[in-house]
């Protein structure tokens, strides 16, 4: 059971370079989400997803656009990459309204906007 | 003001120490009440969840919550250097139909020296 699996793991971008960060999961979640953890700051939610074709901002969702056309797949695209987008990117789902026990975390995307 | 709290660290205690982490929050309208775990380049991994204040034990680790005073804690028995890792305390408010938000507190970096 692989659960939660993102792709790259690693990259680095020049500024203003676009990418696209790959995120699946094969636990028939209906929830997904995009986090990000900047160096000694806890998880930031970016954007996040009830189902397919439902997705809706969080917190710092500037710079960013997501599409879930799928239950499995849910990618956060960069578009025109800045500095301040260097950072760690988390993918994570979730299948119930229950409590904080329900959420799985991909192991993170290391991303570098130089 | 943050809406979650914790004490940065870093936390440098010797093996079989009792640890204690922290973390005080603002937003009365959470509902779960979660640690995690995280190793270096990897995941947050969920470590304990509770709803309700009080005390929950599981092995080693004990969670605290006490919602009149927005606090809560993680207590770890008998530390091991397998224990040395980042600690995020998170807290869970649902958002839309079902989908969870979670505000995570800085992380504690913890160390057991053996």
């Known amino acids: 059971n692989a659960g939660v699996t993102q792709t790259p793991k690693f990259r680095i971008l020049k500024i203003g370079q676009s990418m696209t960060l790959q995120c699946t999961q094969d636990?028939?979640?209906?929830?997904m989400y995009w986090y990000r953890q900047d160096p000694g700051m806890g998880l930031k939610l970016i954007y996040y997803?009830?189902?397919?074709?439902?997705?809706d901002k969080g917190e710092v969702p500037n710079g960013y656009n997501v599409s879930r056309s799928t239950t499995e797949d849910f990618p956060l695209r960069l578009e025109l990459a800045a500095p301040s987008q260097t950072s760690v990117y988390f993918c994570?789902?979730?299948?119930?309204?229950?409590?904080?026990?329900?959420?799985?975390f991909g192991e993170g995307s290391w991303l570098t906007v130089v | 003001q943050k809406e979650v709290e914790q004490d940065p660290g870093p936390l440098s205690v010797p093996e079989g120490a009792i640890v204690s982490l922290n973390c005080t929050y603002s937003n009365s309208a959470f509902q779960y009440f979660m640690w995690y775990r995280q190793y270096s380049r990897k995941g947050p991994e969920l470590l304990m969840y509770?709803?309700?204040?009080g005390n929950k034990e599981d092995g080693r680790f004990t969670a605290q919550v006490d919602k009149s005073s927005k606090y809560i804690s993680l207590f770890i028995r008998d530390s091991q250097p397998s224990d040395s890792a980042t600690y995020l305390c998170a807290m869970s408010a649902l958002i839309i139909q079902g989908a969870q938000k979670l505000v995570f507190g800085q992380g504690t970096r913890l160390t057991i020296n053996p």
């Open positions: 994570a789902s979730s299948y119930s309204t229950g409590g904080g026990n329900t959420i799985y």
């Open positions: 636990m028939n979640h209906n929830y």
């Open positions: 509770t709803y309700s204040s």
């Open positions: 997803s009830v189902g397919a074709g439902i997705t």
